[in-house]
């Protein structure tokens, strides 16, 4: 009799088992196909920048080497071995002659990008340069690092043109608009800031929870994405100077090391998180529920869909960038890979499973107000 009842309790947690793993099986849309070319290194790469004018590639390495990389003939263009630590983070000139790199030696090299000459270095002793950022025209260029400050010089001479210090913990992002000196900041201290380096400060937010670890923004400057350790991704708009929250997305998806809005639409966002994989997400306009005609008065919120996704790499994933064209995207990663991907090719297949089918009217989630 014992034994009957153990065999009968054993079946009904394994039946409630069987349940809940069905409830909580998420479906997704997977690309299948592979990279274009898989080009291996010797350690992992921590960073990665696309020249738009040349369409080279910047890579920066855990060991201190950088180097410019033809994606065409995949080999190596120039080398450049001045820093003594891990590269965070690297960035071309607008015009493609300058090649920026931040290192965990705490100093920052400016370097000929076309011949590969070194031509100068900063050195602050503000901790570690994280991340560096050029202003659109080439005018400014951004540097954070881990000691909380966000240092601005001016080209062509790098003097310093000021100094941003609300932070309060490591700088983990630094990114300018495409089209003025607006400049996008994020902290482990949680905190996100958007100023006029000539000006003032514009707009400042915390995090709930976790902190930021990327920012893009659409090439028309009127969107922007964040994301970071709270495992989601935020986009925003700016609409008659006024920043409104358009939506997020937040499923079954690691801390995002990386995102990217695709050029040629900036309704499609790429983002690319710790455990490897690629995520293509979409959205839409916001709606204004004081419109007249709208049936349900409130607030309309913007959902953020995922088209598809894929693994693309064994570790995770650092960096991402679309090529000059817009037909391929590089992703590097903690395996020493740079990886590139056919975006034309992904799409097609994610638009062929059905994700596309969502309409304006689908992305749209509505609010009712409650008497």
Known sequence: MRKRFWFGMLGLLTFIALLTGCAK?????????????????????????????????????????????NPQKREVLNEFYFHHHIINDLAFSPDGKLLVLAS???????????????????????????????????????????????????????????????HTNVVTEVAFSPNNYELYTAGRDSLFFIMDVEDSLSFKSKQTYGYLDAIAISSDAKYFAQGGTNKMVKVWQWKDENLIPVGWFSRDIAKINDIAFYPTNNKIIVACDQAGQVIFLKHSE?????????????????AVLELGRFKAHDKAVRSCAFSRDASKLYTCSDDGTLKTWDVKKILADFKKKGSFLHTEKDLKVSVKKTS
């Open 25 to 69: 099986k998420e479906h997704y849309i997977i690309y299948k196909g592979g990279p274009l070319t898989v080009d291996s290194f010797q350690t992992r790469i921590m960073a990665l920048d696309v020249d738009t004018v040349s369409g080279n590639v910047a890579l920066g390495f855990a060991d201190s080497l950088a180097v410019v990389w």
């Open 286 to 302: 916001p709606v204004d529920s004081s419109q007249k005609g709208l049936e349900t008065g409130g607030v309309f919120r913007l």
């Open 104 to 166: 965990g030696d705490e100093r920052l090299s400016v370097n000929n990008a076309v011949t590969g000459k070194f031509i100068d270095s900063i050195a602050l002793y503000n901790g570690a340069v994280t991340k560096v950022a050029f202003s659109y025209d080439g005018r400014f260029l951004a540097a954070g690092f881990t000691n909380s400050e966000v240092d601005i010089f001016e080209l062509p001479d790098m003097s310093i043109f000021g100094t941003f210090n609300e």
